[in-house]
């Protein structure tokens, strides 16, 4: 059914992704063109993967057969398999592409927060929803049924996680790895948080989101290792004095 609440709420979550002035660093306008084609792969395989972690999470396929592949389809989506097949679909095609500029450090940080709005979606529609509690900051669903807030535990995690990468960009820390950071910050907080949501578990005692984690979390700290140790001589051209002082200007704003 039709949520137009939940609709605003994640248009404007994209809004906020994508309005954000995310190349304003990249004086040169062929590294814009470039950067917005790998963009428009990334949401490709983003939305597959949304799609895709729901299909796993929800229906348990491959290990069930799916009654209603319709239904499924024009489910839910979840931001696990968007980040991950996202993620990796970007890394796949840089190489393709000829793609030597470092990842984006910007779109990271405006991540969590775009995250953050698209859960007030969620919790406007009652999806989503928490482990049945009756303790402390239990909130009811539509049923009257008293749950975990699982919605308002993540929309606390992504603005944390925003803010910490606010702070890092304006001190030029950990150039280029705040996406794989992300990857397994996020990775290891929905690990744990599916213990307090409501989903079924198909794989032994955990959920098919959580399969998704114990992937999403090796593949972030393989990329963050791998840029650790060593960083293309490209890149450098993005870490000059100029850079950094509009790098400054911008995260000024956020």
Not at 23 to 50: C, E, F, P, S, V
Not at 212 to 221: D, E, Q, R, S
Request: charged share 15%; net charge positive.
């Amino acid at each position: 059914m039709f949520q137009p609440e939940y609709a605003v709420l994640v248009g404007l979550a994209l809004l906020a992704a994508f309005l954000f002035p995310l190349t304003h660093h990249m004086k040169n306008r062929a590294d814009r063109r470039q950067y917005w084609k790998l963009q428009m792969i990334t949401m490709m395989g983003a939305l597959i993967g949304a799609k895709l972690s729901v299909v796993i999470g929800d229906a348990g396929w491959p290990l069930r057969p799916v009654e209603d592949w319709g239904a499924l389809i024009w489910s839910g989506r979840s931001i696990t398999g968007a980040l991950l097949l996202g993620f990796i679909a970007a890394e796949l095609a840089k190489p393709l592409m000829g793609y030597d500029m470092p990842p984006n450090d910007r779109f990271a940080t405006v991540l969590p927060f775009s995250f953050a709005i698209g859960r007030v979606g969620c919790l406007l529609a009652g999806c989503c929803l928490g482990a049945k509690w009756d303790g402390f900051c239990a909130i009811a669903d539509a049923a009257g049924v008293m749950r975990h807030p699982a919605v308002v535990y993540e929309m606390v995690f992504q603005l944390a996680v925003g803010g910490l990468f606010i702070w890092m960009l304006r001190r030029r820390m950990l150039n280029g790895r705040f996406f794989s950071l992300y990857l397994m910050l996020y990775g290891t907080f929905r690990f744990g948080i599916e213990y307090v949501r409501d989903t079924p578990r198909f794989f032994g005692p955990f959920s098919g989101y959580q399969v998704i984690c114990l992937t999403m979390i090796p593949v972030g700290a393989g990329f963050f290792i791998k840029r650790s140790l060593s960083q293309p001589p490209a890149w450098n051209r993005f870490h000059t004095p100029t850079a950094t002082t509009e790098n400054e200007e911008v995260t000024s704003h956020a």
